[in-house]
């Protein structure tokens, strides 16, 4: 038998995903092994973008062949992969909801969250991969 919470955690995520909302906006355990995927496969990173992470943006740069400086520019938020539609910001905000998180606008505007396409996870702006595109974010539907 399924744990009353955890049916009403079922049901709110197969609620949201037939209203069009990604999977792992709703479900952390899809969106952890997304990301993972992302880290393991496209060197998504860094992992604290407010420190100098010299190391990982020496390898994007030689990744790219171009220097760090220009790599630095090459990020979730200006990537084609980085959507940011009002419908994804209100599926992260639906999914964070059903944590235990006190703020969830504070925490997907600190980070300026939005979903990757490529790798199908909710991700930071101020991070990048190798899959990295120009030509985004996505703001309108």
Not at 29 to 46: H, S
Request: charged residues 20%; glycine residues 4%.
């Amino acid at each position: 038998m399924i744990a009353p919470q955890t049916a009403l955690l079922t049901s709110s995520v197969v609620r949201k995903a037939e209203e069009g909302c990604p999977i792992a906006t709703q479900d952390i355990t899809v969106n952890l092994k997304n990301r993972q995927n992302a880290i393991d496969n496209a060197a998504y990173g860094p992992l604290n973008p407010t420190e100098a992470n010299d190391e990982f943006w020496q390898a994007k740069a030689s990744n790219w062949n171009t220097t760090i400086e220009e790599a630095k520019t090459s990020l979730c938020a200006n990537c084609v992969f980085f959507v940011r539609t009002p419908r994804i910001l209100d599926c992260i905000s639906s999914g964070l909801s059903q944590t235990d998180e006190p703020d969830v606008e504070q925490i997907i505007n600190a980070g300026e969250l939005g979903y990757c396409e490529a790798f199908d996870f909710k991700c930071a702006s101020q991070r990048t991969c190798n899959a990295w595109a120009a030509g985004g974010p996505i703001t309108e539907e």
